[in-house]
Nanobody, 115 residues
């Protein structure tokens, strides 16, 4: 199983970023996918989740209405569109698959929101 995130970077408050997570080594379309984030000094938290077929999505209250999770099963990729970014969205964002007893994590991509 391999998950490779990309798309992070430095953005001003109110800006947008689109994260991507390219998956390989497993049957991507069979598993739910999630985005987590971890800010300095804080625990890792669930940001968004999407079902295997993309028909069900869930979001943390802190990102509802601003972030959108989606997936393209033909490309084995899950996305996180982040709009209206706030300073408190600064974190390392991780992709996660529910495959296996413990699931699998990507290496993370840094998102920094700063003026």
């Amino acid at each position: 199983v391999q998950l490779v995130e990309s798309g992070g970077g430095l953005v001003q408050p109110g800006g947008s970023l689109r994260l991507s997570c390219a998956a390989s080594g497993f049957s991507f379309s069979s598993f739910d996918m999630r985005w987590y984030r971890q800010a300095p000094g804080k625990e890792r938290e669930l940001v968004a989740a999407i079902s295997s077929a993309g028909t069900m999505r869930n979001y943390a209250d802190s990102v509802k209405g601003r972030f959108t999770i989606s997936r393209d099963n033909a490309k084995n990729t899950v996305y996180l569109q982040m709009n209206s970014l706030k300073l408190e969205d600064t974190a390392i964002y991780y992709c996660f698959t529910t495959r296996g007893s413990l699931g699998s994590w990507g290496q993370g991509t840094q998102v920094t929101v700063s003026s």
